[in-house]
């Protein structure tokens, strides 16, 4: 298994907060799959808890990339055995071409929004940040080899794996779901997230979804770009990267990972001769 070194271009594009402006789109292009929509539909709890589905993600994302060997090998663990779970007519979640179309997508939308707002990686960085990238699937037992081996393997997967996807009436009942929580906190920041998303679909995925765009809609999404991309950048890396560093926090509280119980004497809590591992204000 590829893991990312402390100057791996993995590493420095996970860092980035500005990622998480496309987390509804990682989400949409992971359930444009119908056999992942239909997973999502009889397992997920999303639509009742987003935010706490979203936690678990960021978890599994910034540990795999961040942890210690130690606290890797236990949130795969986890993590594979709730997957194991995740089973129904047509889908398994640990079935290798799943694994690859949800990674695959993690890979996209986060070289996608480095760009948009840092700039960009050369061809050299892409090259390793899409090779290191396949830890986010292998670590649930996607193989090696099915991982593309390079840039131009994984440009031409995604072509032919995007003109394959069929967006049915699953994956449209979760969007709306997605973009009507019930918490209050998250119907105030869902336009924008809204926005974000849609914005960044391709305009026949948007159509498929049933999501409205238009002129004006075109035109606040260009300015939020312009905006970030001007702004973030000189944002101190510390705040840039504050998300990841309170993520890997709260996941080593919690002892790598553990279903959310009540807290008690010696409950959850790393060992106390655990090594620490660098986060991603250090890079």
């Not at 961040?66 to 090998?73: F, L």
């Not at 089973?87 to 996608?112: I, K, M």
Request: hydrophobic share 40%; with cysteine.
């Amino acid at each position: 298994m590829v893991r990312p070194s402390r100057e791996s271009p993995l590493r420095q594009v996970t860092a980035e907060a500005s990622l998480l402006g496309g987390a509804g789109y990682a989400v949409l292009l992971q359930i444009a799959h119908p056999s992942v929509a239909r997973g999502v539909g009889d397992h997920s709890t999303f639509a009742t808890r987003p935010f706490a589905r979203l936690i678990g993600t960021l978890y599994y994302v910034y540990g795999t990339v961040y942890g210690t060997d130690a606290e890797r090998e236990r949130l795969h663990a986890i993590v594979r055995a709730m997957h194991k779970k995740v089973t129904g007519p047509g889908y398994r979640a640990l079935d290798d071409d799943l694994l690859l179309w949800v990674a695959a997508t993690l890979c996209h939308q986060g070289a996608r929004l480095y760009g948009m707002t840092m700039g960009g990686l050369d061809d050299e960085e892409y090259a390793a940040y899409v090779r290191e990238a396949a830890v986010l699937g292998t670590a649930l037992g996607l193989s090696e080899e099915a991982w593309p081996a390079g840039p131009a393997e994984f440009d031409a997967y995604w072509a032919e794996q995007t003109a394959r996807l069929k967006i049915g009436d699953e994956a449209r009942e979760i969007t709306r779901q997605l973009f009507h929580p019930q918490q209050p906190l998250l119907r105030i920041l869902m336009p924008l997230q809204q926005l974000l998303t849609t914005g960044l679909l391709s305009p026949e995925m948007r159509e498929a979804f049933g999501l409205p765009w238009s002129d004006r809609r075109q035109r606040v999404f260009d300015a939020v770009v312009a905006t970030t991309r001007t702004v973030y950048p000189r944002l101190p890396r510390s705040v840039r990267t504050l998300p990841a560093t309170l993520c890997l926090r709260s996941m080593r509280r919690n002892g790598g990972w553990v279903r959310p119980r009540r807290r008690g004497r010696g409950s959850g809590r790393v060992a106390s001769g655990q090594p620490a591992a660098a986060g991603p204000a250090g890079a």
